[in-house]
């Protein structure tokens, strides 16, 4: 008697999405949703479905699913830095005193607090982080340096690199 091998769909499926790449199972369809999306996430969903060629309900289907997939993870209004007083942005390198879970905890919980950071990352090489603040000019970021900057807990050195000219900053990812 022959033996057929039966798979599992829901362990495949499972097994698929934790090795390949989230993006390589999107079709043209979702691709062109989440392109129109990263330009205006303001479009009615009538809109974005004319845009994308499908019916209305069909568009509002794969966008939720895109959302419960997490490849949308919010849809947010972007505001102009130089519009809000925000126009200066520096971005600082840390290097902590300590390279300990607790330190680096500790750390982090902090830099969440530190007015006007708009990102703070672990790195690799000289710095620990890197942070990137938005202020309104080099007076208000020599404040924020001496009464936030230099009380964060566990850091050794601070270096501060104020942007002189953004060439590119986009929230747009690459499909």
Do not use: W
């Amino acid at each position: 008697m022959d033996k057929t091998k039966v798979r599992n769909p829901a362990v495949t499926r499972a097994t698929a999405s934790t090795h390949a790449d989230p993006l390589q199972s999107l079709d043209r369809i979702d691709r062109a949703i989440l392109r129109q999306l990263q330009t205006d996430a303001s479009i009615s969903n009538v809109a974005l479905a004319a845009k994308v060629k499908l019916s209305a309900p069909a568009c509002l289907r794969r966008v939720e699913r895109l959302k419960e997939s997490g490849l949308i993870r919010g849809v947010v209004a972007l505001i102009d830095p130089k519009a809000a007083g925000a126009g200066m942005l520096v971005i600082i390198g840390v290097v902590l005193d300590r390279s300990t879970p607790e330190s680096f905890a500790e750390f982090e919980k902090a830099a969440q607090k530190v007015a006007g950071c708009m990102e703070c990352h672990v790195v690799t090489g000289e710095f620990d982080y890197f942070m990137t603040i938005r202020t309104r000019d080099s007076d208000s970021f020599n404040r924020l340096h001496a009464e936030q900057l230099l009380y964060l807990p566990g850091v050794r050195q601070i270096r501060s690199f104020m942007v002189l000219k953004e060439i590119l900053s986009t929230t747009r990812f690459p499909l």
